[in-house]
Nanobody
Framework: QVQLVESGGGLVQTGGSLRLSCAAS????????ITWFRQAPGKEREFVAY????????NYASSVKGRFTISRDNAKNTVYLQMNSLQPEDTAVYYC????????WGQGTQVTVSS
């Protein structure tokens, strides 16, 4: 069973950038897809981006397409989410999980975009 830990969140101004990391431990054979989700206060958790095991296939929510880039470095057992042109509506706790998602979820990493 792979364990995932999110990091890299913080406070940025509108238009700024952050890079989130999703580090895997435990079963690190890297033959798993990863999805980033986010949950804003008072809202449901929503899909953000997906990457398959090799990194060859990615998919994005329409709200982040063109601004966010998902990638992975299997040598480091880490998946990244590069977030550019951040907007206040991107404020949320960001989570990574396998695809399909499994319990338990991690603690996530808080991203706050100030206007």
């Amino acid at each position: 069973q792979v364990q995932l830990v999110e990091s890299g969140g913080g406070l940025v101004q509108t238009g700024g950038s952050l890079r989130l990391s999703c580090a895997a431990s435990g079963r690190t054979s890297n033959d798993y897809a990863i999805t980033w989700f986010r949950q804003a206060p008072g809202k449901e958790r929503e899909f953000v981006a997906y990457i398959n095991w090799s990194g060859a296939n990615t998919n994005y929510a329409s709200s982040v397409k063109g601004r966010f880039t998902i990638s992975r470095d299997n040598a480091k057992n880490t998946v990244y989410l590069q977030m550019n042109s951040l907007q206040p509506e991107d404020t949320a706790v960001y989570y990574c999980n396998t695809n399909p998602p499994r319990d338990p979820w991690g603690q996530g990493t808080q991203v706050t975009v100030s206007s």
